[in-house]
């Protein structure tokens, strides 16, 4: 595919040209950077980006395939972004997100792409933003975006979504889980995977009790059963005010800055990341005496 | 950006509707292991459901598996329904319990490699490694 027809194919909105796009753009091809000013920068930024995050197992695929089905009820053109993880060894990778929602395969309104971590530990990819981009470019809003099954500090999809929801389901372990500091804390919306199960009344009452602690807008928690898609209408009707309080209040724009300020900055340390490690290899520096103090006088005489 | 990278993306599923998946998951284990992305869609799916995946994946090449007798009908199904959704150019891999005489006739429809129980692991890895390369720009 010449760059023009990808470029033309992008403007129809081509499965084909958004299939390339990302794999130009995640493989770090040349034409990567003209595929990503040629996006449509309004549709960009009015798109809504979702995150789905929580451990692995919770729930949060077939929940995704809830949401997707709903939304196409309301005629929505959705973009899905899976994250699972590659191997630390081969550098493989199982992409297996997709098992839960190909009842939407043939639905040219439902783009999937899933994506391997290569090698990065927040819970994402590094071109998940890029992914966002040609997705809300070719029309899809919203964009989901599932990470990895997380522990507690990935957080890099705080960052990347508008909302980010987080997916817990019951047995999980106790009540000291669900205090510890991290994820927890920041996210938009909590939901209880599972909620037929065994113990999942007494985790969304850790959870209310945790997060009304010390806010005046405690962070609310809602119950489904992903699996006979109960409870998602109500989770999506939670996730519409809050985007539109988020709107309305400028939240959405200041996390923008904050997501978009800090994701240029990444890219700096990434393009800088082959340079100075050829220049601390070039050195031969002694193993004894302190790392940091060593980066600081590489800085400085650069 | 810190330089190009070939990641070999591939995708394995089961068209039809045999639920053995004991194969389909050894492969995609394998390729796992051997540095591939293998994008798994599980057990019963239709041809156009594997085309239009591995479309909106752009993956470089498709493995399908089938023990259940429906090969014949089902593996030029998907080479078929990848060439009308407008990507001929992705090869089509396939194993499973296939008669030898089986095998000309699936490669005359298309399918570039036939794998059988007694094929080594080795074999599969390399001939998927072979078909990704040698899968033109599309």
Redesign the interface.
Not at chain 1, 111 to 114: E, N
């Given at each position: 595919?010449t760059i023009d027809r990808l470029l033309e194919g992008l403007r129809q909105r081509?499965?084909?040209a958004?299939?390339?796009a990302?794999?130009l753009v995640?493989?770090?091809?040349?034409s990567?950077?003209v595929i990503l000013s040629s996006l449509d920068e309004d549709l960009i930024s009015e798109a809504m980006v979702l995150g789905i995050t929580g451990p692995p197992g919770a729930g949060k695929s077939t929940l995704t395939n809830g949401i997707i089905s709903q939304l196409r009820r309301d005629q929505k053109r959705i973009g899905i972004i899976a994250v699972d993880p590659?191997?630390p060894?081969?550098?493989?990778?199982?992409?297996?997100d997709?098992?839960r929602m190909?009842q939407h395969?043939?639905d040219p309104d439902v783009?999937?792409?899933?994506m391997?971590t290569?090698g990065r530990l927040g819970g994402l990819c590094a071109t998940a933003g890029a992914a966002v981009r040609i997705m809300a470019s070719c029309g899809c809003s919203p964009i989901i975006i599932e990470t990895v099954g997380v522990g507690q500090s990935e957080m890099d999809i705080i960052r990347l979504a508008d909302i980010t929801i987080l997916v817990l389901a019951p047995g999980l372990g106790d009540d000291i889980q669900a205090m510890k500091a991290g994820l927890l804390e920041v996210v938009d919306l909590l939901v209880v995977n599972k909620a037929d199960c065994k113990g999942a009344d007494i985790l969304a009452m850790d959870l209310e009790a945790v997060t009304r602690k010390g806010s005046s807008t405690p962070t609310q928690v809602s119950m489904t059963v992903a699996t006979e898609s109960k409870g998602i209408i109500e989770l999506l009707g939670r996730i519409d005010r809050v985007d539109s309080e988020h709107r309305d209040s400028g939240e959405r724009q200041k996390r923008r800055r904050g997501a978009h300020d800090q994701e240029v900055l990444e890219w700096c340390l990434?393009?800088l990341?082959?340079r100075l490690l050829a220049e601390i290899t070039k050195r031969k520096l002694p193993l004894l005496g302190d790392p940091r103090l060593k980066a600081k006088n590489i800085l400085a005489e650069q | 950006?810190?330089?190009?990278?070939?990641?070999k993306?591939v995708l394995v599923g089961k068209p039809g509707l045999d639920g053995h998946d004991r194969g389909a998951k050894f492969i995609?284990?394998a390729?796992?292991?051997?540095?591939?992305?293998?994008?798994?869609?599980?057990i019963r799916?239709?041809p156009?459901?594997?085309a239009?995946?591995a479309?909106?994946?752009?993956v470089d090449a498709v493995g399908l598996s089938s023990l259940s007798g429906a090969h014949m009908r089902l593996f030029p199904a998907v080479v078929k329904a990848l060439g009308k959704a407008?990507?001929p150019e992705i090869p089509v891999l396939g194993g499973g319990v296939i008669p030898d005489e089986d095998i000309t006739a699936l490669k005359a429809a298309g399918i570039v490699e036939i794998f059988t129980p007694g094929t080594p692991v080795e074999k599969i890895i390399s001939a998927f490694q072979d078909a990704c390369e040698k899968k033109p720009?599309?």
């Open positions: 595919m081509d499965p084909r958004i299939g390339r990302i794999s995640e493989n770090g091809a040349e990567a950077e590659s191997s060894i081969s550098g493989g990778a199982i992409l297996g997709r098992i190909m395969a043939t783009v999937v792409r899933s391997a290569r990434e393009i990341r082959p | 950006m810190t330089g190009i990278i070939h990641k993306r995609a284990q390729l796992r292991d051997a540095g591939f992305e293998v994008v798994y869609t599980g799916r239709s156009e459901e594997i239009a995946a479309i909106q994946e752009d407008g990507a720009a599309g």
